[in-house]
């Protein structure tokens, strides 16, 4: 899976077989839940059974939240597939499996970037984990994702813990995990 993202989040777990704990469950159970968690690929918990996604069409700007298979599960990339069919489709929002609803959309202007991010070509990296297939967020120069105002993220000197799966084979010159912002 390959992920870049600008800002703080947990990420997906590319884990092959789902068990009945998924990584978010794993972090509550150890006391230090999950603040955010973000996937284009999974649930991060083995309940979960929201939105993970949603993709805009190209051809009319219609939207779709792309869901889950089943609780815990995978994402139901066939249901990208038929909204995207005959078109191209990018991703406008990654949301937050977390109760505290930190969504992640397309990257308004700010600090080192001085205008929106473009949002990642919903199709360009397909994926078969698990035998399932999935989607993941490949991101290139000048996209990315943020939330401004979030709930429950630490601030300051607070202790946090960054849980994220990326690809080593996407990556450049530059320093620690950067896509070119």
Known sequence: MKLCYFGLLVAASAAPALTTEAPCDIFAEGGTPCVAAHSTVRALYAKYDGDLY???RASDESVFNVNTLHPGGFADAASQDTFCDSTSCVIQRI???????NHLDVAPPGGAHPAKDTPANASADALSVGGHAVYSAYFEGGMGYRIDNTTGIAKNDEAETIYMV??????NDRCCFDCEF
């Open 166 to 171: 990326t690809s080593g084979t996407h990556y």
């Open 95 to 101: 949301f937050d499996q977390s109760p505290n609803q």
């Open 54 to 56: 949603q993709v805009q």
